[in-house]
């Protein structure tokens, strides 16, 4: 197979050898240095490296379920910021979607209002990682985040093909979720995301469901240093300067 030429080379870094990164214009067959399984991908080393989405996500993962089993607040958004504060957690990545659904459901199970069990929450995440995948938000159009937060819904409302209600709700929830995400684009920010998807789902799980959680508008971000594509700083609601 002949390589496609990269779409932009990124300022991320390979996890291996530490060479940045390059995004391809179309999907290449990679064999992924980590498990030696072989997938079609869009991310890859210069070198020759490649990690799929099972092995780059691994660590971040279980400790963000973890947290979002053990979390005692029904505030999403403090629990998303302590998730967020993980060392190994990258500044851009899909983690952020898994991020988004834990600390919304952890949030709903710990208000009390509607059960929420443990293998609801897996279930949310399942779901998740059949449509989060990394660099599908420029790709496609679609941040992982969206999905994942529609997730919670369907699963809080049952919502699956054939439905009425239950699914109209799952679609406007992730129609809002996805207005919020795209204007806070350019560049993406996937803890900007994460913020002002949560911010969207909560207003909307009280219209739709009766819940009520925090609102997250006085969120301070403390990362805009460490943003690969330039953070959008004073137009961002979240930007905090140094």
């Known amino acids: 197979m002949q390589p496609h030429a990269p779409l932009t080379r990124s300022t991320e870094h390979c996890m291996i050898c530490g060479v940045v990164l390059e995004y391809l214009d179309a999907a290449e067959e990679l064999t992924c240095s980590y498990c030696g399984k072989t997938g079609q991908g869009h991310i890859r080393c210069p070198g020759g490296h490649y990690t799929c989405d099972t092995c780059h996500n691994r660590d971040a993962l279980s400790v963000i379920e973890e947290i979002t089993f053990t979390a005692l607040s029904d505030n999403p958004f403090e629990i998303a910021e302590r998730m967020m504060c993980l060392p190994g957690l990258p500044m851009l990545g899909c983690q952020h979607a ?16 509607k059960k929420v069990t443990n293998e609801d929450i897996r279930e949310v995440f399942a779901r998740t990682g059949k449509q989060a995948h990394g660099g ?38 992730v129609t809002r979720v996805t207005r919020a995400i795209t204007e806070l684009t350019g560049p993406s920010c996937c803890k900007a995301y994460i913020r002002t998807s ?11 469901i009766g819940i009520s959680l925090a609102s997250g508008r006085s ?10 594509h330039g953070c959008r700083e004073e137009r961002c609601p979240y930007f905090s300067a140094p």
Do not use: W
């Open 198 to 208: 949560l911010d969207a789902a909560v207003q909307f799980l009280k219209e739709s």
């Open 98 to 113: 898994y991020i988004a659904a834990g600390a919304f459901m952890a949030a709903i199970r710990n208000e009390g209002s």
């Open 219 to 228: 969120v301070s971000c403390h990362y805009s240093a460490r943003h690969p």
């Open 136 to 173: 599908y938000c420029g790709l496609s159009g679609v941040c992982g985040i969206a999905p994942a937060l529609g997730a919670c819904f369907a699963v809080l409302t049952g919502s699956k093909c054939g439905k009425d209600l239950e699914q109209r709700i799952t679609m406007e929830a």
